[in-house]
């Protein structure tokens, strides 16, 4: 029953079997009625037959002949009886045709009226036509007779049941026509519904991205909505894995240090708690950057001078054996409407990327409104190492591309910076523009 064409098909079955139902007794009764009608009129003719072969003789004597024209009526239990009666102070019986012998005489409607005739069904189960008529005699003796013709009621009902055998025959052959022909109706009607459902198990299965079938008018809608709830939950799922993905990244930097502080961890005991809380803070940072990542902060802002001395506190330890000079030129105190994790992931993995490649100089500075008058910020970092080719410059902001394969790490970290950039409605540029001659990158920030 869970079946949406077999539904229809019944529903559409019991209709049309209620309909026939309907049909076949409006035209049993209107083929009655007709039969009726007919057998009326043929006993209005066999009245007019016994009129125009009556005799009324001068004493006022109805007088009728031995020999009819009607040979049913010489002929006994022949099913048409004629009568005629009298009509004086009660009705009485004057002829009766050979055929009707042993019948009792019909009973006159009271409603009966010279010059008219009445229809009825008697109480004998046969159909009567009584004429009433005043006959005026040669000596104009007036007399009042009334002509009864009965027929057999069997006769109407063997011509109805004869039609009804027909008619059933006939209603149920077109009855399975038509639900035949409904089913591949609702085959070719619901062929869209059932293209759907193959395109979604094709997704299922990974054979499909979309929905890009040809569907009717009506189910394009349906397909449009699937497709975008489709797209959101693939983007949802590659936001999960790339938040999963960049967790493991931001992690890769404290765990660095921790490991270069797990040698004296006496004397770095300080250091190791602030680490350890910043990996909490980097949890849940991408934990909620899962649902959404980028995204202003207009409520809330984050200072990013203090920001980038704490990341080059950290870096000078991780990479003390490379001892590198950081000359750094940023303003006290830097506000920028932004959330503090996104902040430490771009200048995280740009300053990490810079003491990775430098040969010793890295330099890092703040600027307001350079170049781009509309941009609130400019964040520039330059350091003395090989650079990047400008042929991979677009290859390495996407994920899981490495400048250089023979360098550890995940290939992420420049596509996070990238995105998160993007995503604040800023502007990420690079080039092997150093003072030093190597990589100087730039962040425009609004």
């Given amino acids: 029953m869970k079946s949406l064409n077999f539904r229809i098909i019944v529903s559409a079955a019991l209709i049309l079997a209620a309909f026939f139902a309907l049909v076949a007794f409006v035209l049993e009764r209107s083929f009655k009625e007709s039969a009726e009608q007919t057998l009326k009129e ?75 005739s009445v229809f009825v069904l008697d109480d004998q189960g046969r159909y009567a036509l009584h004429y009433d008529i005043i006959w005026v005699g040669r000596r104009h003796v007036e007399r009042e007779y009334v002509f009864t013709v009965t027929e057999e009621a069997d006769f109407v009902a063997m011509q109805v049941r004869q039609f009804r055998e027909s008619l059933s025959i006939w209603l149920l052959a077109i009855g399975f026509c038509m639900i035949w022909v409904q089913f591949l109706v609702l085959r070719w009607g619901l062929r869209p519904l059932r293209g759907i459902v193959n395109d979604l198990k094709a997704i299922e299965q990974g054979r499909k ?77 991408q934990l909620q950057k899962a649902a959404a990542k980028g995204e202003r902060n207009i409520t809330r802002s984050s200072d990013l001078s203090a920001i980038l001395l704490k990341i080059i506190a950290s870096l000078e330890k991780v990479y003390h054996d490379k001892a590198i000079a950081f000359e750094i030129n940023i303003p006290k105190s830097c506000q920028i409407y932004c959330e503090e994790g996104d902040l430490y ?40 190492g090989p650079g990047i080719p400008e042929g991979k410059l677009t290859e390495i902001l996407k994920r899981g591309v490495r400048a250089d394969e023979n360098i550890q790490g995940h290939g992420i970290g420049m596509a996070v910076v990238h995105e998160l950039v993007t995503l604040m409605g800023g502007e990420l540029e690079g080039g092997q523009g150093s003072q030093f001659g190597g990589m100087r990158w730039r962040v425009y920030l609004v």
Wanted: one cysteine or more; charged letters at 25%; a negative charge.
């Fill in 42 to 116: 043929k006993l209005q003719i066999q009245i007019y037959a016994l009129l125009s072969a009556a005799d009324l003789k001068d004493s006022g004597e109805l007088v009728m002949p031995q020999d009819l024209r009607e040979p049913r009526f010489t002929d006994p239990g022949s099913g048409l009886y004629a009568f005629i009666q009298r009509i004086n102070k009660k009705p009485i019986l004057t002829w009766r045709s050979p055929s009707a012998i042993g019948l009792e005489q019909p009973t006159i409607p009271p409603d009966l009226s010279p010059g008219h």
């Fill in 209 to 285: 991205i979309r929905l890009d079938g040809e569907y009717s008018t009506e189910l394009q809608g349906l397909a449009d909505t699937l497709n975008t709830l489709i797209s959101s939950e693939r983007a949802h799922l590659e936001r999960y894995r790339n938040t999963l993905a960049d967790l493991a990244h931001s992690l890769k930097t404290p765990l660095a240090i921790l490991r270069g502080c797990s040698e004296s961890f006496a004397d770095n005991k300080t250091t190791v708690q602030e680490q350890i809380s910043r990996m909490n803070e980097i949890v849940e940072y």
């Fill in 345 to 384: 992931e771009i200048a995280g993995n740009l300053l990490d990327n810079a003491c990775k490649w430098c040969k010793q100089r890295i330099t890092v500075s703040i600027t307001a409104k350079k170049h781009h008058p509309q941009y609130a910020f400019v964040l520039e970092i330059e350091d003395d």
